[in-house]
């Protein structure tokens, strides 16, 4: 895990102004599907924390990797540059929020 993100951090300058939260947003998805255990190497207080699992954030955290993926692959596809600028890339709590699978209320 701390390998995929450290490739995060050495592409940060390349990606859209809008995709800023992407790191944070990997960060979030991946802890919630695999639990904060898999962080403990970049995060040692991370041990300190509930280390309960559910499927139930596995599975939010594959179907966001997959919409990640998927708007990378047209990012990297549009060869215009205005074009590519357009294509719009959700944060991981406000696509948690967008598709219903969470509120801040609950």
Request: proline letters at 3%.
């Amino acid at each position: 895990m701390a390998h995929a993100y450290a490739s995060v951090r050495r592409v940060e300058q390349r990606i859209p102004k809008g995709w800023r939260h992407l790191r944070q947003s990997l960060f979030d998805a991946i802890g919630n599907g695999a639990g904060t255990i898999v962080w403990i190497d970049l995060e040692p207080s991370a041990a300190d924390g509930d280390l309960s699992y559910h499927y139930r954030w596995t599975t939010n955290a594959v179907e966001y990797l997959e919409y990640v993926q998927a708007r990378v692959q047209l990012w990297h596809q549009s060869f215009d540059q205005r074009k590519a600028q357009e294509i719009h890339l959700v944060s991981y709590n406000n696509w948690l929020i967008q598709t219903g699978r969470w509120s801040p209320n609950n």
